[in-house]
């Protein structure tokens, strides 16, 4: 295996490591995969939402995971 | 000191423009009612005390969520003070939900809003008067232009710290009779501070108070019903009417208008034309013929901005950066293995989504302002009248106009419904819309079809179609049947775009789209070139050795499924929509692994070469019934997650994927031997596909026409079993 191999296969395991975290981290958070945040989103939450704190993060409970 | 301070006001009065001037959040606004439908929280700037925004209501009358959410709230949390904004230009109609939070006993501030508006409209308001006739204080605000703001903490704050209820405005003898009884009814039972507002809930009926109170409405029946003699109308309309009269005496005091012009203001003039019975229609579907032209038209008449920026970096990725980093590659000696994955499986997969942004935004752009003029508050009330024609609530259609953006918000939007069975109903049909990540599909399929924005437009009113025919036919079940929830909008007057709304939102929703590339889309064609690239043996497969790979045998196995929709003889097409359902742009992303860039094409090009080469005269119905499937089919899992959540089981989740589904695969089987015969192409659609579309249709309509609705009430009026 060529040292370009391994350059290439670091490169491609940073990106989808990367891309895992992003979306574990998201899960985490409760954001939701479609990316958007309550703040882009016109018509979000109602009934079973609670308080959103703006300051500490823009995501509501509707788009938290259950 | 720290305070927690409400604020509360009529849906689209500026509430929003407001906390986000108190605040400095940067909190959506836009231009329809209703753009705050939870409660939000910041901490107003310069001070320690925290703003809750509450959804925009018209009463405090337990009718809707949004009126439910700010009504407890303000019982239960008991704010330091309210601050009620109010929109001078609808002084009268505004007004009467102050009244109701005066009668609430809590510290309370009017925010008299929009007086831009007002200097604008040549009329005068005299606060002072006003002030003295409400018993609170007044501060004459525009939330816009940021005006009087630091007035308005400072006043709101020094409200809060003296904690002064306000004066309650009284109203005839017999309605504070009346209320003295309920008052009296209500002793011990409810806040003594909000006993007023309790008071009158009683005599209004309200299930909420009686459920508070057991027995206290009977207890003073006596009283109303004299009440209601006296007046000759119910005890609601009394309050009602009372409380309208209280609010002209105080306004015709204190307010001077500059006289208006016959014809009525710019925006009814206009609205007498797009909102026009006949004309509503056409209007709106010219609007975004015209919007998807100009965001994918690349044909006869010339290129449009969008087609013409996305055929740049299409080119920009394909001819130079893909290429460069294979030559890297080679020049390197890096194996063939890894180049295919880094060059033929990632860069190409996921460059053939990212080309497809320049699109993208300048569609967001033109959205994003139909919405900010006002035009989108219109076309629901436009919509409304067709809803409503087919047994649907017009209040299914903003969910429909969100779901353009992202189907998950979309979905989302639907709590707003208080009719379970319609929110259900829209819940699991509005991702039928065209959102954003379809739009990398559309501009593919378009470019194969040699057309481009009327593939959109077909896209777009297709989807409203197949909410409305769904709507019919999960009516007709008893779980779902019902009249429709009523749809009360107020038609907010135009402005002009506010430059930073609309960039926050096109940057919002292009960024999502960018992360989503990077993100799932990166991994899914990793997870493509693997399944293309090796056989069930797990050996590395030549170029010309595709039909081999693992993702040949499973779309193998689904091509059979399609069969009937012409495209299931190309094992590369089923296996695409399988991709799609990971996120709907992996199946661009996969069809350029599978299609195009093996033979060195764009997706276009190599669609239709496939298409002529199966289908023959039928190949642009094969390509229109491909198109068709994925674009109605189920949505991606993100929204399907969405849809779970919202119907609350996955019995019902599952019933609305495969209703998508199966809905999706009748109209693109109907679609796809309707198109053929038009195009003169029917001698090469399979007997089968026609059979299958004689069979789809009279189950279709069967299900529109034949079967009567199952009424949920009888001649009664009592729940039918």
Known sequence: ?66 | MSFTIALAGNPNCGKTTLFNALTGASQRVGNWPGVTIDKKVGRIKGTDSQLVDLPGIYSLSPYSPEEIVSRNFIVNERPDAIIDIVDATNLERNLFLTLQLIDMGRPIIVALNMMDEIERMGDTVDVEKLSAGLGVPVIPISAKEKRNIDMLVSAIETVAENGTAPKAVTYDHAIESAVEAAENALSGKVPDESIRFYAFKLIEDDSAVNELAPGARDSISSTIESLEKEYDDSADSIIADSRYEKISEIVSGAITRAPRDEKGSLSDRIDRIVTNRILGLPIFIAVIAFVYFIAMYDGDLGTSPGAWATGWLNDFIGDDIIPSVEEWCVDNGVSDALTGLLCDGILSGVGAVIGFLPQMIILFICLSILEEIGYMARVAFVMDRIFRYFNLSGKSFIPLLVSTGCGVPGVMSSRTIESEADRRITAMTCTFMPCGAKLPVISAIAGALAGSAWVAVYAYFGGIVLVIISGIIIKKFKKFAGTPAPFIMELPPYHAPAFLSVAKTVFDRSWAFVKKAGTIILLAMILVWFLKSFDWSLNLLEEDQLDDSILASIGGVLSYLFMPLGWGDNWELPAASLTGLIAKEDLIGTLELLIAEPFDLDISDALALMASATAGKAADAMILSFFTFNMFCAPCFAAVGAIHRELGDWKSTGFAFLYQCLLAYFVAVIVYVVYSAMLGGLDDVAWYSIAFAVIDFVILAYFLVVKDPMHPFDKKGEVAE
């Not at chain 1, 958070?29 to 939450?45: E, L, V, Y």
């Open chain 1, 1 to 66: 295996m060529s040292s370009a191999d391994l350059i290439v296969i670091a490169i491609i395991t940073a990106m989808a490591i990367g891309a895992i975290y992003v979306l574990w981290s998201n899960h985490r958070k409760g954001r939701s995969s479609c990316g958007c945040n309550c703040s882009g989103c016109s018509k979000a939450c109602t009934r079973r939402a609670s308080v959103v704190r703006v300051e500490d993060d823009e995501t509501c409970d509707c788009c938290r995971k259950d």
